[in-house]
């Protein structure tokens, strides 16, 4: 459940990881009986790290799976470094971790250009930040002019900025999972959505679902090869339910859209599955015509 949940990011000091890297600043949620509650470990000079890490291990206790944005290659691995060198035990192994960023891309891929997780608050959660935060590429030097020279006017943007990615990383979360269980949200998504989400749904195992999402994808506007790659996947969904008839329409439609795959599935199933040699002959010539660059009979 939603509890069993720790959903982290952190502020460092260089934004190329490696094991020189500190993460003066760990911000994490969790879902409580009081809400969605934030705390931020920040790094003074004077404190020591150890404790910082100690405490965000504690925040650990009772959670199953971290959630972050990137963070599997990037937060993850500081973390798991910083442990290491301050002898610390090793609390994320063991862990399953959700890493938002690769289920952005295969949900919005296709619609949005990028994917950044500020995008997906303008994009999706219709969410604009204001202007006091920090943005991230210059959060290490701003950490570093604290520490040489003691400025800390910029430190509370930089804690701001840190605690609303903990919270757009929740929000994220939370409405990526209602649109892979809810099938009204599917029917209110954009074409280029639902089609995502079929080939998630398909790939998860849920055929009878990615099945019937392709449909409403088509009729709002796909253009030509996605619609045939919608086809075809409506084809393979058929075929795992041994729908032999939806098949070979789902492959027809495709192939009439210039589908090569759909071409070859349908030849190995007239000759395999229908016996039918000569329609096989048939279709093996339209692909050899189009490897070949001439036209197909």
Not at 117 to 135: A, G, M, N, S, Y
Not at 154 to 168: E, F, M
Not at 195 to 218: C, F, M, N, T, W
Not at 234 to 245: C, G, M
Request: one cysteine or more.
């Amino acid at each position: 459940g939603l509890s069993e949940l720790l959903f982290f990011d952190t502020e460092t000091t260089g934004l190329s990881g490696g094991t020189g890297t500190l993460a003066f600043l760990i911000g994490y949620g969790y879902f409580s009986d009081r809400g969605f509650v934030v705390r931020q470990l920040f790094l003074r000079p004077s404190d020591p790290e150890p404790a910082q890490l100690v405490e965000f291990s504690r925040a650990l206790e009772g959670k199953t799976c971290l959630v972050s944005y990137n963070g599997k290659a990037f937060d993850a691995p500081i973390l798991k470094n910083r442990l290491v060198i301050n002898k610390l035990p090793a609390v994320l192994d063991g862990l399953q971790h959700i890493d938002m960023l690769h289920l952005a891309r295969s949900i919005w891929k296709l619609r949005l250009e990028s994917r950044g997780l500020k995008d997906l608050e303008r994009e999706i959660l219709h969410f604009e930040r204001d202007t006091d935060e920090v943005p991230g590429w210059m959060i290490p030097e701003v950490y570093a002019d604290y520490l040489r020279r003691g400025e800390i006017d910029n430190i509370p943007g930089v804690i701001s900025h840190n605690r609303l990615d903990v919270l757009s990383l929740a929000a994220v979360y939370l409405h990526a999972a209602r649109l892979l269980s809810d099938p009204q949200c599917w029917a209110a998504s954009p074409s280029l959505d639902q089609y995502s989400l079929a080939r998630i749904l398909q790939k998860i195992g849920r055929h009878g679902a990615a099945g019937e999402l392709y449909d409403p994808s088509v009729a709002s506007g796909l253009n030509a090869s996605l619609t045939a790659e919608a086809y075809l996947r409506k084809a393979w969904a058929a075929r795992n339910q041994e729908n032999w008839l939806d098949y070979e329409q789902y492959c027809q439609l495709a192939a009439a859209l210039d589908s090569e795959k759909a071409v070859l599935e349908l030849a190995i199933y007239a000759e395999h599955k229908k016996k039918d040699y000569e329609m096989a002959l048939k279709y093996g010539q339209w692909l050899l015509a189009r490897a070949g660059g001439k036209k197909a009979p």
